[in-house]
Every structure is written in structure tokens, then in C-alpha cells.
């Protein structure tokens, strides 16, 4: 496992027209290409880092732990498989939070999910405040396009929910989450639609 | 008919009656400022006609420019919750909007997702969104290079040269990499980025920044191609849709630059998320 496909392509995107967008439209889809190829074999690399940070007890055995850590790319699409799994069967979702960063930070995550009875516990088995925010329509417009285009068909699940929960992550470490199956734990936000009144400026 | 406010913290956002945003407040800083936010276009220049120059990839040549109203027109679908309050707007049928303000942070969120933006009409647009306040900004802005410092920029004015500006939007809009902001003597407003965009402050205490282009014209520099690009699904191909956010903030004078560098280094590196799965509640 190595990021040489990575820095191959962040090399390339130096170029001047990279930069600047002036670059024909069939060099900037060969870039983008290229940065996924890099991207999805440095998950491979830092999917693995992950799992010999995150084991308890002796490192010694850390080449051999299998521990699957997932990255969920196309967030920004409001796709991301692993979040999207059935949490009824008494599995649950650990989410490893990364800090690159030479300072403490707190910051709330957002991640969609199908159901809408959900709980999330830190590392220390404590229940954490979480918020439930419906998925907007125009969001999962994008979605579907995408995903259809990109998988060929739609999966069967569709998240209905962003989960919010605040995370606090210490400067270059990081911090586990636990999201199970709860009671309704999480608050699902109370929505309304205003409809403005003309003229009252 | 009365005003509506969100934010469950010490920031506060007002909504008018006319669902427009009206005010910001911040009760730790005691900020409080006149507020706005809108969309406009800009048509861009054809190359036909008396000027030859079209608007394209390396040339932004404005023609004129079209303001998106919205007051008393979208409704506004409000999300309150214990960790975050969130205003959704469908501008138009091709801008959506969501304002975010979150419980423990002194900023405004916005998200914006702009496309495919229609050229049917056979003109080429280039979007911009605009915050408007009242503060006295005296021509000048400051917008960092690439990163870097932040660098004084005044209207219609160089340093080093003396300089006619024949384009009075274009010519006062330059690269904003990390952010731009205003001050009055007495507050700052920020603005920080997620990807670079053109910026400018073209009338006192406004920030305009330029979020999405679709044009139909090469600009004759080079690219040899117009900057329309396409995304295709089935076979049908339409205008590319973006995705992004801005962060604002108000401070009071002086206070704003250490936000500045510290939340957009947090922009620049955000977490790093990774998901396993794990059987029963055997906490790792």
C-alpha cells in the first residue's frame, strides 16, 4: 500500500491550468480521474493506519488486524454505505474521528442514516446528544442521479435522516463513536415551512 | 407576519416577515448588524457587437446584471433541533440554500447548491452571491492570495499604477483561496471559503462572491473551448450542478483574524471520517 497514485496526480494538478480552470473539459475529467485513483488507494493505505491506531492492547500484531475502516467519499452526494446500514440486527456503526490538525477540535458530524431510532455513545460508553435532521428533497435528487450513474441502479436503502452529533478529537489523534439502535435517543428536529407575506417591508 | 429568529447559542439569525434574512447578533461579542444575503447573475459579454471580448475560462467580461429576487416569493422550511437550527430556501429553481447555525459555534454555515443554470435563453450566466450590510467600508476589502496574507484591496485603485477601470465589476474582482473580509473601524465581517472562488466587494459593505459559470462563448485565450461543462445521466447531458459552503462571521474590530486563520486551517483539514462495523456493544 503506498499514496503513489496520489501524489502522481496531486503532481499533475499543479499545472497552471489546473489551478486556474482553464484547462480543456477532457483534461479536467482525466484529473479527476486521476485524483480518485490516488484517493481511493490512499484509503486503502490510511484504512489500514486506522485500524493498528485503533487497537487496544499490544501493536505487535498490527499488520495482521483486519479491522475494515471505511471513508465515505461521496458524503457530498449524501451517499455513504456504511452509514446507511440496518442497525436493527444489534450491530453497530463505529465511526473513527481523525484529527490532522495541532490543536484539540470540536465539531458536530453529519451522516445520513435510514432509521430514526438511533443512539450514539463515545468511547467510554457515555450517550452522546444527537440530532436527527431530515434529508432535503434537493439533496436526494443529487443523490439518486448520481448514484444511478455511478452504480448503474439505486440501492435498495435510502437514507431519510442526517444524524448530528458533536465530536471532540484531540491535536493529531483521534476519537471513536458508537451508533446503535436506540430508543429514539436522537432528537429529530422540528420542522416547519414559513411561508413569507408579500409586501410587509 | 412577524420576525423569526434562529440559533440556539449566543449567535442569533432574524428572518423578516419577507423570509429575507435581517439581522445577525452575536450576544457574547455584542455584534449586531444589518444583514442580507442574495443571488444575482451576471451575463456574460458574447464577443459579438462592439466588443469583442467574450466572457470565458480566463476572461470574466460581464454584460449586465440580473438580480434573483426573492423577498415574499420562497417559502423557507425552518429545522430547529438541540445541536443545530437549519433555514432551507429553494431561490430558484436552480439555487438551493441552506443556513446553518450550530449551538456551540460563532458562525453562519451556508450551503449553497447552484445548477444546472439554463443558457436556453442563449445567454451564458455567472452566478454571485452577495451579503449585504450597512458598515462604511470606505472602497476597501481584503481578500488572502492564495492562502497566504491578506492583501488591502481599494476600488478602482493600484498602488503602483495609476489605473482606468473600464470594467467596473470584473476589474475589482480578484482570487479568494481562503476568504474575504470588510471592516468599518468597528466590526469585521469574514467571509471563508471551501474551494476557491472570485470575490469583491463592489459597493460599500457588501461581499460578493462568484460561486458557479456557465458560458457559451471561447473567450480567445487559449482554452479553445467555452467553459460549459456537462454532466451526463442516460445519455442526456445537462449543465453541471455544484456543491459547496461559505462560513460568515461578524466581529468586533480587530478580533476577526485569529478566526480567520484557525477556522479556515480547520476548513482546509477537515476530520477524517472512517467507518467499521462491529457486533454487540463490545466497545473498541
Redesign the interface.
Known sequence: LTTDSLADALALAQHH?AV??????HV?NDYAKRLSIGYTQAEKL??SS?SCL?Q?GSKSHCPSQT??????PLL??TY?P??E?DLSQ????????????G?K?????R?PVISDSIVV?D???REV??????I?N??LH?RE?HV??YLGMLPAAKPKFWL????S?PPLGFN?Y?I?SGKKSA??????????????? | NSNMQIGQGQLKLQYNAAGALSLYSNSKTQVEANFKQKYKYYIGQDGNGSDPQASGAYIFRPNCTVPIKTDGQVPLTVLRGSILDEVHQQINPWIYQINRVYKGKDYVETEFIVGPIPVDDGNGKELSTEVVTNMATNKTFYTDSSGRDFIKRIRDYRSEWKIEVHQPIAGNYYPVNLGIYVEDGSRELSILVDRSVGGASIKDGQIELMLHRRLLHDDGRGVAEALNETTCFDNQCEGLVIQGKYYLRIDPQGEGARWRRTFGQEIYSPLLIAFAEQDGGNWV
Open positions: 491550468d486556474t480552470g482553464t484547462e480543456k473539459q479536467a490510511v484504512s486506522l485503533s487496544s479491522t475494515n475502516f471505511e471513508q465515505c457530498n452526494i455513504c456504511p452509514s446500514m444489534g450491530k453497530s456503526l463505529v465511526v473513527l474521528v481523525y484529527n490532522s490538525l490543536w477540535r470540536e465539531d458536530v458530524l451522516i455513545h468511547s467510554e460508553g446528544e444527537s440530532q436527527l435532521l431530515p432535503a434537493a439533496s443529487m442521479k444511478k450513474a448530528a452529533f458533536p465530536v478529537v471513536t458508537f446503535s432528537s429529530v428536529s422540528l420542522m416547519s415551512t414559513l411561508h413569507p407575506s408579500q409586501g410587509s417591508e
